[in-house]
């Protein structure tokens, strides 16, 4: 008998064409915050910390991270406030309502490498353009990566995306990251002395 897949109910977006994130917490208020591949979640459980007010949604392809991060935000205390839903970004974007999503966060992304895997990348206009939508006029997307390459074709989409704008008057790429929280890759990075690439944009209002 095939093995059982001990993730197959890992959270998932609710049924129906059209979800407003606010229906997805018990706590009503509060801007709402996406974090797309959360891996393992540290950064969603200090923003959560470093935001007292702010709403987190996670959307991780992978089931097993995801339900090990919605589980660990569930025994933090954070339940009311938090999920991590079992999705792929790239369909789950197109569910959300217009303008409902205050930042959006991808750190270290799109750890495909294989030539056949590039079509999982981000960083294609339709992805970003469906951020841009999901986002709150003056909302944020905030990217960072170590490879070089991938923030260059970040910066190159979301450039390119008549709906965003630098979040510097010079231009996208920021020094820092300025939410109060890391992402696990983004402390190994800073540990082992890599160099990190960023950028922060805004929805044109
Ligand atoms: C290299 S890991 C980085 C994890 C975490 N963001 C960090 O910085 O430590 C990239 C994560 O993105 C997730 N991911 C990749 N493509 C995705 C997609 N289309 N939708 C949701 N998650 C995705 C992967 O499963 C993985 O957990």
Redesign the pocket.
């Known amino acids: 008998m095939p093995k059982a897949n001990p993730y197959e109910n890992a959270a998932e977006l609710p049924e129906g064409e059209v979800i407003s994130p606010g229906d997805l917490f018990e706590q009503e208020h509060g801007e709402i915050e996406l ?6 979640g ?2 969603t459980v200090e923003r959560l910390e470093a935001a007292p007010e702010s709403r987190i949604l996670g ?4 089931r097993k ?1 995801s339900s090990i991060v919605d589980d660990r935000l569930r025994r933090l205390g954070f339940s009311a406030r938090a999920r991590c839903m079992a ?4 369909l ?1 974007l197109l569910r959300l309502t217009e303008a409902s999503i205050h930042r959006v966060y ?7 490498w294989k030539k056949r895997h590039h079509k ?1 990348i ?1 960083a294609q206009p339709e992805v970003i353009a469906g951020i841009t939508r999901v986002l709150v006029p003056g909302g944020e997307l905030f990217v960072q990566s170590d490879v070089e390459d991938r923030i260059d074709a970040y910066e190159e989409v979301a450039s390119a995306d008549p709906g965003l704008e630098a979040w510097e008057t010079d231009g996208p790429r920021v020094a820092e990251n300025p939410y109060g929280a890391r ?4 402390r ?1 990075a800073i540990e082992d002395g890599l160099p990190i690439y960023r950028l922060r944009y805004r929805k044109r209002r």
Not at 87 to 90: C, L, V
Not at 106 to 112: K, L, N, Q, R, S
């Open positions: 974090e797309i591949g959360p891996g393992r540290w950064f959307f991780e392809i992978r991270s999705e792929d970004a790239r789950a991808i750190h270290f992304p799109d750890p495909w999982r981000l992402s696990p890759r983004e190994r």
